[in-house]
């Protein structure tokens, strides 16, 4: 038992030696007595390692597997128990083959796939023992911890919810280092999603969807609207995208011979060179250094003549750009925008695809739409495009405008619009007082 103060846990190696040796189980001694006598870690002078390395040394040959331990426990007591990782190794030595010396972010995925609990607080409701169960696993060692506490300060976290805010519809992610792992929000168990190691995640806030780029090109998972520039089990049914893309699947870019061309020359560990910006709402919007893509539900809004056939209509396509306009910025937010500094351009009409508008400071992305854009430019606000109409207007009737002549910001410009009047163009809005400031919710204008 003097063997008990020594770190490496020495009494339980000739233990499971005699019983993989003898295959009998021997339970460990609990007696407070011999823990008292054992405290005092000077108890262990040389002369006692060296009648225990004696003895050991004359006990006959073993089975391998015992062998192995009593070897193990000889090691221990001539050269120590090995190090923690905290410790900086000698250039002569090499990290053992143990989990506590893999990578913090191996550690953190490794433990929260088997279930562990990163939240660390007690849940109300809860009892003890749920408690104990999913969050032990962080403090088997020092360094299971540490790599959760890296990974809460380093790592990024979102969630995707669906219209319905329903929680079973509701998806959370959480990125570390490169890897994802994700969850239902009534089952917060995390998997990880099988791709290569991820530099940008790029979740769709209304779908369980993301867009991941990575060092070997731009995969794509969930529930597709057209926007993932996937056509594999996307359709259209009645005047609606729907489909599921089921497993993290890479995007080509067989519609855009530019970007094929430029990503097949990259290496194949720099794929993720390809995007300069990569913007996913109901449509995506990506930047390369050799133009822009979209990919969206109905690209023939925004390609002017595009023709496709299903196979190849939800990729990724090339938009077709004025000469001279190097765009250094993309917004599919709400309705799509490309930007060159203060020059922006739009698609407002389908017939043109996207057209140049006025020089934009600022968008309100909560007060835009897939058809219309509220946005900022100089001391003006303007709208650019067509507010949506309400589909039944005797269930659902604008809440801040009259019914009997549909004006929109009633009591607040000159002379108000008639939402049916509306055409393709950029108007600006004119208010009888000085504007300190705008927001706008488009929840806001239904009752």
Not at 1 to 14: Q, R
Not at 69 to 97: F, Y
Not at 108 to 120: E, R
């Amino acid at each position: 038992m003097k063997t008990a103060s020594i770190h490496g846990d020495i009494p339980s190696l000739l233990r499971h030696a005699y019983s993989r040796h003898f295959q009998t189980i021997i339970l460990p001694s609990h007696s407070s007595k011999a823990v008292e006598k054992c405290d005092n870690s000077n108890l262990i002078d040389k002369s006692t390692r060296d009648e225990l390395l004696a003895l050991l040394a004359k006990m006959p040959p073993l089975e391998p597997a015992a062998q192995e331990l009593i070897d193990r426990a000889c090691s221990i007591l001539t050269d120590g128990p090995r190090l923690s990782m905290n410790i900086k190794l000698a250039e002569e030595h090499e990290s053992p083959v143990a989990l506590h010396t893999l990578l913090h972010p191996t550690i953190w995925t490794i433990l929260l796939h088997a279930d562990a609990d990163q939240d660390l607080e007690p849940a109300l409701g809860s009892s003890k023992g749920e408690a104990a169960t999913d969050k032990c696993l962080w403090f088997l060692c020092k360094k299971f911890f540490f790599a959760l506490q890296t990974a809460e300060k380093n790592g990024t976290a979102s969630s995707t919810a669906s219209l319905t805010r329903d929680t079973r519809d509701t998806r959370l992610y959480r990125t570390y280092a490169g890897r994802v792992l994700t969850a239902q929000a009534d089952d917060p168990r995390f998997r990880l999603v099988r791709m290569p190691r991820v530099v940008e995640l790029h979740t769709h806030p209304d779908t369980q969807s993301f867009i991941a780029v990575t060092p070997h090109g731009l995969y794509a998972q969930g529930t597709s609207r057209g926007h993932l520039g996937i056509s594999e089990g996307v359709a259209i049914c009645h005047d609606r995208v729907v489909g599921f893309v089921p497993d993290p699947t890479r995007i080509s870019f067989r519609q855009c011979r530019r970007l094929a061309v430029y990503e097949a020359n990259l290496p194949p560990w720099k794929k993720h060179h390809l995007v300069k910006q990569l913007s996913v709402g109901n449509n995506t919007l990506l930047l390369s250094p050799v133009g822009v893509a979209l990919s969206s539900c109905f690209p023939e809004k925004y390609i002017p003549g595009f023709e496709s056939d299903m196979a190849s209509r939800f990729l990724f396509h090339q938009i077709p750009l004025p000469v001279g306009f190097a765009p250094d910025f993309v917004n599919a937010k709400c309705n799509p925008v490309i930007s060159m500094g203060r020059q922006r351009m739009t698609c407002l009409d389908p017939d043109q695809g996207f057209v140049e508008a006025i020089p934009v400071d600022h968008v309100f992305n909560e007060a835009s739409t897939g058809n219309a854009c509220f946005f900022l430019s100089g001391r003006g606000i303007y709208l650019a495009g067509v507010p949506p109409q309400p589909p039944d207007r005797t269930r659902r009737t604008w809440c801040n405008i009259p019914t009997d002549d549909q004006l929109m910001l009633y009591g607040l410009v000159d002379h108000p619009w008639v939402l049916p009047a509306l055409t393709h163009t950029t108007q600006r809005l004119r208010f009888k007082s000085h504007v300190k400031a705008f927001y706008g919710d488009w929840d806001d204008f239904y009752g």
